[in-house]
């Protein structure tokens, strides 16, 4: 069975980074360890009740595609036993499919975003303006719609209870300079299109995703945090894909569907998920790791 983890708890290790999903802690030689916990965050506010198992399914969904796409761009993983970085007397059970050991990098502070289709915030930003973080798309297009070419719409890196921002690549440069905002770009558009050429055959359509990167003390650059998840990704199932609508997904789309018929400002506390959409939102999870990685968590 899928363990349940709210917080992580590792005594004797240094807590560096509680967010929204992963509690990051130092290890030596420039190390981390990432624990992806069950939380659930939508409209950047924390819920309070976790998705049994949901960690363990972004971690595997995760590694499988940290493996797949290791030749478009190295990432941050270690191959580290867990055993010997954990503190004594930890129940290794509870973290063998959550947590990971990886490299200490700098952060590149923007969220690379990667958009296929018209869709989320990027439709409402198309609706009001004709364009999308400055790029300036076709007329006429309507919700959900393949865009010409896949674009990248990076965004601010919000604390946990505040919300991203779009901003224009003009806006990355400024921030990290122009090679290092050039490299991100590249990378998230090469990533994303590989990975939806991939998913394409598996019968799964990725409509966006959002990668994090990072840089070593010598520069080079990694993609790090996680990737392609159901919580950094919308998943659409090819077969009930329709242009005008919003389609059905496997990922956390499917509880905002639900924040979004509740008299709830979207700010915390969160509301309590109902134990049916708990279920549901795992049972997507769980799908999208199978078809997508072949990996079924009993």
Known sequence: MPTTLLQSNLPGLELIHRGKVRDVYALSDERLLMVATDRLS?????LPNPIPG??????QISNFW?????????????????AEVL?????LALYAKRAV????????PVEAIARGYLIGSGWKDYQASGALCGITLPAGLQQAQQLPEPIFTPSTKAAVGDHDENVSYAAVVAAVGQ??????????????????????ERGIIIADTKFEFGTDANGKLYVMDEMLTPDSSRFWPA?????????PSYDKQFVRDYLETLDWNKTAPGPVI???????????????????????LD
Not at 101 to 108: D, M, S
Not at 239 to 247: A, K
């Open 54 to 59: 949901k960690g363990e399914m972004l971690t």
């Open 101 to 108: 050991v990886t490299r200490r990098l700098k952060p590149v």
């Open 179 to 200: 090679n290092l905002a050039d490299q991100v770009r590249d990378a998230t558009l090469a990533i994303y299109r590989w990975a939806a050429a991939y998913a394409a």
């Open 239 to 247: 077969e009930q894909y329709r242009v005008g609508i919003s389609p």
């Open 66 to 82: 940290f493996a797949q796409t290791a030749h478009l761009l190295p990432n941050h993983l270690l191959d580290v036993p867990l």
């Open 87 to 91: 503190p004594p007397g930890t129940d």
């Open 42 to 46: 939508a409209f950047d506010v924390v």
């Open 274 to 296: 109902p134990d049916a959409v708990i279920a549901a939102t795992a049972a997507k999870y769980a799908e999208a790791l199978q078809r997508l990685a072949g990996i079924r």
